[in-house]
């Protein structure tokens, strides 16, 4: 695994691999950016950074706001409870923002909800309980 300045490099500079941008990198990326930046300034880089990697990669249509905003929100709150985790120690202490098998994001919101196309280009509130 790279370090963490690495690995943020990579992404910033659009260098990792499709691949390599994984649901795991996409975490990892908000919560380098949440771990140094105010959360407002942390948010305005993940969307633009996701944003720029998808065009880098030759997809315009991949951005979606809710889930974004959604999971920069989730990541925030369990940063802000256990704010000198490494990354590793973050992976490990919060696997349920992870699980792909059981998304995190259905327990605050109907599948119907994240599906809507508003949802992919505005934030959506969640629908079955707040963040």
Not at 27 to 33: D, N
Not at 86 to 109: A, V
Request: aromatic share 14%; proline share 5%.
């Amino acid at each position: 695994m790279s370090s963490d300045q690495d690995f943020l490099q990579k992404f910033e500079n659009c260098s990792l691999s499709k691949e390599d941008f994984s649901h795991e990198a996409h975490i990892r990326m908000a919560w380098l950016y949440i771990k140094h930046l105010p959360f407002d300034q942390a948010l305005s880089k993940i969307r633009q950074g996701i944003n720029r990697f998808n065009q880098a990669q030759g997809n315009i249509t991949g951005y979606h706001e809710t889930v974004t905003v959604s999971f920069a929100r989730l990541i925030y709150n369990a940063f802000r409870s256990k704010p000198l985790l490494t990354w590793e120690e973050f992976r490990g202490e919060y696997p349920s923002l992870f699980d792909r098998d059981q998304p995190i994001l259905h327990q605050y919101y109907r599948k119907e909800t994240l599906a809507l196309p508003h949802a992919c280009r505005e934030f959506v509130a969640p629908d079955l309980q707040d963040l």
